[in-house]
């Protein structure tokens, strides 16, 4: 209907039907379908309500699209504010991945919670993620002045997974030593 519409010139009957589609099924593609019908006039009158909808059904959505528009800030802010499973450990990584640069601590604490997830499950593809996770963990740990934590942190997860020499093995291998 939308593709009808455009042929036919008829932006404004775009919008509504975007608008009206977001409204019924608020999810982060209605909403960046919303958002690319609008001219930059129409999306600025529009982009605080279709916020508040998506927020208000889709959270995970809400982050999605946030970090699509690259409002880092507001995306926290709305995850920190919901519930962390609804979210979803791949969007907590991406907001930790934006946020690794200018809150450092922050991001450090949702690593370490991601490897704590992660290895839940004994699984060798788990164990290569977590040495990945440790090392931006690590880095980020530099950049707020908290490396001493980061090291007795390490030693502890170590220490709590010295029967999975898997684990282990990758993580020395990876340089993850505490």
């Given at each position: 209907a939308a593709g009808v519409l455009a042929e036919r010139g008829d932006d404004a009957g775009v919008l509504d039907?975007?608008?009206?589609?977001?409204?019924?099924?608020?999810?982060s593609t209605t909403y960046a379908k919303l958002k690319a019908a609008g001219s930059s006039g129409a999306w600025a009158s529009e982009q605080s309500s279709a916020r508040e909808v998506l927020g208000a059904r889709d959270v995970g959505g809400l982050v999605d699209a946030l970090l699509a528009?690259?409002?880092?800030?507001?995306?926290?802010?709305?995850?920190?504010?919901?519930?962390?499973?609804?979210i979803g450990d791949h969007r907590w990584a991406r907001l930790a991945e934006e946020r690794e640069a200018t809150q450092p601590a922050a991001a450090l604490s949702v690593y370490l919670r991601l490897i704590n997830s992660t290895l839940e499950k004994a699984d060798r593809r788990n164990y290569r993620a977590a040495a990945r996770q440790l090392k931006r963990a690590q880095k980020a740990a530099a950049a707020a002045g908290l490396s001493e934590e980061f090291d007795e942190h390490l030693a502890a997860l170590r220490e709590q997974h010295r029967r999975r020499p898997t684990l282990i093995a990758i993580l020395d291998k990876a340089g993850l030593r505490a």
């Open positions: 039907l975007r608008r009206e589609q977001h409204r019924r099924m608020p999810r528009d690259g409002d880092i800030d507001a995306a926290w802010d709305a995850a920190t504010e919901a519930n962390t499973e609804s």
